[in-house]
């Protein structure tokens, strides 16, 4: 999204617009009103963002769909840092866990959908969830690769069960790339070897972009 290069006022301070329409500070206001402006693209370091005190609200109205199109300022340096953009539970910035169905690794070879993005995200951890203990010794119990495409390792590469993982432990997987855009599933292969055993839970964390 391109930075702002005009923004509006929708209300008016006295001191900024010059129209004297709001006492922007009078006797008991310890300083100048926040302000409310609006326009197209981020922030910038330009006025009347500069102007405007901290706690003003900024409303960027060619936001990205189903994101949050509110910013707040909480600085004053003068600069496009001086704004963040508000989160909302189903934009962006919030914390999200999804759990797969129960999987045992004594079972055959299978692909499960974990998760569906009906807005671009960014998956920050996965891992397994041993609800099962694994066998306590031998050859690899088979192995787990996450992927956005069906038998794809986009999101984490093929990566080997452990042995002798006790029920309620956890074994974590390292993600390639979290990157999942909008509207695309995310595929979980499972992998057996003979004499496989152990069931697990796949947990996977992700924040809304």
Do not use: C
């Not at 509110?70 to 704004?83: I, T």
């Not at 069960?161 to 309620?168: H, I, L, M, Q």
């Amino acid at each position: 999204m391109a930075v702002s290069t005009a923004a509006f006022f929708l209300n008016q301070p006295r001191g900024l617009s010059g129209d004297g329409s709001y006492s922007g500070h009078w006797a008991l206001g310890p300083e100048d009103q926040p302000a409310i402006l609006w326009g197209q693209g981020t922030p910038g370091a330009i006025q009347p963002f500069t102007l405007v005190n901290k706690g003003s609200l900024y409303l960027q109205v060619d936001a990205t769909d189903d994101t949050t199109m509110v910013w707040q300022k909480v600085d004053e340096g003068l600069d496009a840092a001086d704004w963040v953009q508000l989160l909302t539970a189903t934009t962006s910035g919030v914390n999200q866990v999804s759990r797969s169905a129960l999987f045992d690794i004594s079972a055959a070879d299978s692909e499960q959908v974990v998760l569906h993005a009906k807005a671009a995200l960014t998956i920050t951890k996965a891992y397994l969830l041993w609800n099962e203990a694994t066998a306590a010794s031998g050859a690899a119990e088979g192995d787990i690769t996450i992927g956005v495409t069906t038998g794809g390792n986009e999101v984490v590469a093929a990566t080997a069960y452990t042995v002798s993982k006790a029920t309620g432990s956890v074994s974590n997987l390292t993600i390639a790339s979290g990157a999942v855009a909008i509207n695309t599933s995310v595929f979980a292969s499972h992998d057996q070897a003979t004499g496989a055993a152990g069931t697990y839970f796949l947990f996977l964390e992700w924040d809304y972009d």
